[in-house]
């Protein structure tokens, strides 16, 4: 079945640095991509999609390119906030399914001041 | 607009009792999802309505667990004869009709705990 891999489970950066992290996934069909952000008691919260290879989605300063050929989609910020400590999921979409969704496990960023 | 809600917010029950969760989709929402997640497992999908209609319930266990959606306005999780191995918290979320974007729009959850 379709599956979503983030690397990191957790990632500990101060104010200002650059942010990666990483999002491989493995689909049969040509899936659309997601990058979910969850605070503490929220639910997730969609950021950004990219539904086609080389398309860059982003939103609030955070960014991914949908890469086919590498089958990634990587979350990058240029500099990241203290507002920005939360768990970020990578998710893929199924069309053919009204995007049923299948998230990876996620990964922990955590911004020192 | 007022989002997802979810009733309740914390649900603590014996095992073996029964577990009734409620979801509000915001209006207008044709799409209704449920989620389970947990700290091992992370984020799995359950099932998924469409217009009411179930479309997909391939990550719902077999036995215990269904899903209705009576009308438009709202969606029911029951587990019945619950076990520890159900806590959990249970996300409901919901998504636009005809709507291409894969967006959706998640409920602050429903945390199950099974004594």
Known sequence: ?113 | NAGVIQTPRHKVTGKGQEATLWCEPISGHSAVFWYRQTIVQGLEFLTYFRNQAPIDDSGMPKERFSAQMPNQSHSTLKIQSTQPQDSAVYLCASSPAGANTGQLYFGEGSKLTVL
């Open chain 1, 1 to 113: 079945g379709d599956s979503v891999t983030q690397t990191e489970g957790q990632v500990a950066l101060s104010e200002e640095d650059f942010l990666t992290i990483h999002c491989n996934y493995s689909a049969s069909g040509y899936p659309a991509l997601f990058w979910y952000v969850q605070y503490p008691g929220e639910g997730p919260q969609f950021l950004f999609r990219a539904s086609r290879d080389k398309e860059k989605g982003s939103s609030r300063g955070f960014e991914a390119t949908y890469d086919k050929g590498t089958t990634s989609f990587h979350l990058r910020k240029a500099s990241v906030q203290e507002s920005d400590s939360a768990v970020y999921y990578c998710a893929l979409g199924d069309r053919g399914m009204g995007y049923k969704l299948t998230f990876g496990t996620g990964t922990s960023l955590l911004v020192d001041p």
